[in-house]
């Protein structure tokens, strides 16, 4: 049975970081992309970033660009999703996913809560 459990979300003051991990289980990781989505109450869930097998990253939207950095560490099974200088607009629920190929993910998680406060 697969399973990624999200982890790391929390309440934060504008400008802090928080660092989310994404942990997996019941799949050859090294295998997959990993990405981050979030959703904001009454959005639809956005993309925020990916991170191939081999590492290779790409980002969504420009307003995270340089403020957050996708990653992953094969040998935990772990993908990491690190957030700097964290704004209000940042609040969601940030889900991770894991994609073998194509367009679609495969697996998701249950999400994290990330609250940022001005």
């Known amino acids: 049975q697969v399973q990624l459990v999200e982890s790391g979300g929390g309440l934060v003051q504008a400008g802090g970081s928080l660092r989310l991990a994404c942990v997996s289980s019941?799949?050859?990781?090294?295998?997959?992309?990993m990405g981050w989505f979030r959703q904001a109450p009454g959005k639809e869930r956005e993309f925020v970033a990916r991170?191939?097998?081999?590492?290779?990253?790409?980002y969504g939207s420009d307003s995270v660009k340089g403020r957050f950095t996708i990653s992953r560490d094969n040998t935990k099974s772990t993908a990491y999703l690190q957030m700097n200088s964290l704004k209000p607009e940042d609040t969601a629920v940030y889900y991770c996913?894991?994609?073998?190929?194509?367009?679609?993910?495969?697996?998701w998680g249950q999400g994290t809560q990330v609250t940022v406060s001005s």
């Open positions: 991170v191939s097998w081999n590492g290779i990253t790409i």
């Open positions: 996913g894991a994609r073998l190929s194509g367009q679609n993910y495969d697996y």
């Open positions: 019941g799949l050859i990781f090294n295998r997959y992309s």
